[in-house]
C-alpha cells in the first residue's frame, strides 16, 4: 500500500492559531482571553476568523455574521486589518526561509517543511520543535505542528496538537492508518461538507469505514476524487512540498492592431481581463496580494503602477483596483497601444476568498459562477461591461463556441 521510500521522508505543517486573532492581540493585550470575531460587522458578514473562546459558543470561521451574534452576543468583533495580517505572514516566512532548506507555503497561516534526512544531523523532531518556538518568540504568535512521513497525516496531527498542551504532535512512521481510524471523515483534507453528506448517508462517517471500502467503490462514488480520498485516509500521500517563491504572478495582456483613445472599451476589457485571472486563482485554490496594470503608448513608452492588498481572489475586491490603477495611469493625450493586468505574489488558499469583506451571497454566486465557468469555459459568464472584450491576448480558455451569459454590473 505504500511507497517504499515513503518511510524516508520527514514532513513538518505548521499552523498559526487563529491567525487574525493572534495578531489583533498582539496590537491589544486586552483581548486575550476574550472572545473575539474577525469580519464585517453586518447581517450580510461572514466570520473570517475567531477565536478559541468564541468557537467555545459553537462559532466557526465562514460562518454567517449574523449567526456568530447569535450564538455569542458578547463576542467582541473587529473588522480586521489585512495589511497587518500580510505584514505578520511575511514576516514568519522570513523565520522559516532563514532556518530550512525547503518549504511550501500553503496559505496566509499554514506551511509545510520537507526535513526529509535531517536525522542523520539534528534530528528531524528536535529541528521541527526549534522551528515553532523560534516563531513563537520572534514573531509573538501563537502556533501548532504536526509531524509524520506525509503532508496529509501532517496536517491532520497539527488539527490534533491544537488540543495538547504543548502543541505539538508527531505520528511514527507505520502508524498512519491506526492515527487516522478513529477520526470523522471531515478530517481528511479534502472531504468538504457535500462529500461528507454523501458518504455519511451511506454509514460512512469514521475513516475507518472509509479504510475499509474498495477503491473501486470510492471512484464510482466520486470520480476521480474517489480514490485520492481513499489514499488519504489510509494514510498515503506522496504529494511534494513545492519550494514557494513569494514573485509567483500570473498576467495577461492585449495589443490593439489600430492604436485606440476608447476608455469604454480599454475598461470592459480590463473588467474581462481582471475576471479571468481571478477565476484562475480560484480554479487553482491560490491568492493575490499584488495587483498591476500595465499601459504602453503608441510612442512605445510603458507605465506600470501597482498596489498590495490583503490576500484575495475575489472580482468585486480586484475590479475596483484595476480602474483605479487605470485612471492613475491614462494620460487622455495619448493613444494606447496595449493594455495588460498582472496578479503577483500569489500563495495557496482559496478556502479564503476574502476575509473581511465577503458576504455568504457574494461567495455562493462566485461559486455558481466557477461551476459554469469549470464546465462551458472561463468566458461563459462575465459582467456586461467585459461583453466587448471577445480576444483578451494571451488568455487561456476563449469562448469555446459557448454563448455568453450575461452577469449585469452590480455590487456583489
Known sequence: MMRPNAMERTILHLDLNTFFVSVERLREPKLIGRPVLIGADSDRGVVASCSYEARAF????????????????????????????LKKSDEVTEIIRAHVPLFEKSSVDEFYVDLSGTDRFHGSWKMATELRQRIIKESGLPNSLGLSINKTVSKVATGEAKHRPDG???????????????????????????????????????????????????????????PVLWRKANGIDDSPVIAWHERKSISTERTFSRDTIDVVKLRGLLTAMAESLAFQLRKGSKLTSCIAVKIRYADMNTHTRQVRIGYTACDHIILPLIHDLFRALYDRRQRIRLVGVRFSHLVGGGHQMDAFTDTQEAMDLYQAMDRIRKRFGDRTVMRASGMDAHSIGRMDNPFDGQAPVLLANRRT
Open 58 to 85: 459553537g462559532v466557526r470561521s465562514a460562518m454567517p455574521m449574523k449567526m456568530a451574534k447569535q450564538l455569542c452576543p458578547e463576542a467582541i468583533i473587529l473588522r480586521g486589518d489585512s495589511g497587518a495580517y
Open 168 to 226: 505539538q504532535l508527531q505520528v511514527p512512521g507505520g502508524t498512519e492508518k491506526p492515527f487516522l481510524a478513529p477520526m470523522p471523515i471531515e478530517r481528511i483534507p479534502g472531504v468538504g461538507g457535500k462529500t461528507a453528506h454523501l458518504l455519511r448517508s451511506m454509514g460512512v462517517a469514521r475513516i475507518h469505514t472509509m479504510q475499509e471500502l474498495q477503491v473501486d467503490l470510492m471512484q464510482r462514488l466520486l470520480g476521480e476524487h474517489g
